[in-house]
């Protein structure tokens, strides 16, 4: 059983609907066994796309997949909550990324582990933390909340009123 940490995003429509509504879909797997799921926090967009505030959120399952199989999950997923065509780092209604895979570092022509750029993002970083505090990159070995520590740039706005859970 493989620990996976999910970086889970809305900024377009009902962005709790659509949290919830991944959050669901990922429960109803019989492989996937949801361990913990963290607040949920108003963030800033990444990137230079003028757009709407995130509500983000990780979520720590256990499974049997393969990190293969864990991207065409969360993909298939996306679909089935009703996320649509968009630009790179554009609104989406629901976006799954793969974050961390236990210590696995692991690249092919779909994904890439741990996920680019995750250690620049305080909006995945946080929740991470809030979840297991004891989480290193598995590239550095250094703890994540030091990675924090030292970001120059920050999203995170505030923790946001509702639970995924």
């Known amino acids: 059983m493989s620990r996976v940490f999910l970086s889970l995003g809305s900024n377009k429509g009902e962005r709790e609907e659509y949290l919830k509504n991944a959050l669901v879909a990922l429960e109803c797997n019989p492989k996937v066994n949801i361990i913990a799921v963290s607040?949920?926090?108003?963030?800033?967009?990444?990137?230079?796309?003028?757009?709407?505030?995130?509500?983000?959120?990780?979520?720590l399952i256990e499974?049997?997949?393969?990190?293969?199989?864990?991207?065409?999950?969360?993909?298939?997923?996306?679909?089935?909550?009703g996320r649509t065509a968009s630009v790179k780092?554009?609104?989406?209604?629901i976006d799954i990324d793969i974050i961390l895979i236990d210590s696995l570092i692991f690249e092919n022509k779909n994904i890439t582990i741990p996920h680019k750029e995750y250690d620049l993002r305080d909006f995945?970083?946080?929740p991470?933390?809030?979840i297991d505090s004891h989480v290193t990159d598995p590239k550095t070995g250094i703890k994540l909340e030091d990675i924090i520590k030292s970001l120059n740039k920050k999203y995170i706005i505030d923790k946001v009123n509702f639970t995924l859970n």
């Open 39 to 59: 607040s949920v926090y108003e963030t800033k967009p990444y990137g230079d796309i003028p757009q709407k505030n995130y509500f983000n959120g990780v979520v």
């Open 63 to 81: 499974t049997e997949y393969s990190p293969d199989e864990i991207y065409f999950l969360i993909k298939k997923i996306e679909k089935e909550v």
């Open 128 to 130: 991470i933390c809030e």
């Open 124 to 126: 995945v970083l946080v």
């Open 89 to 93: 780092w554009g609104e989406r209604e």
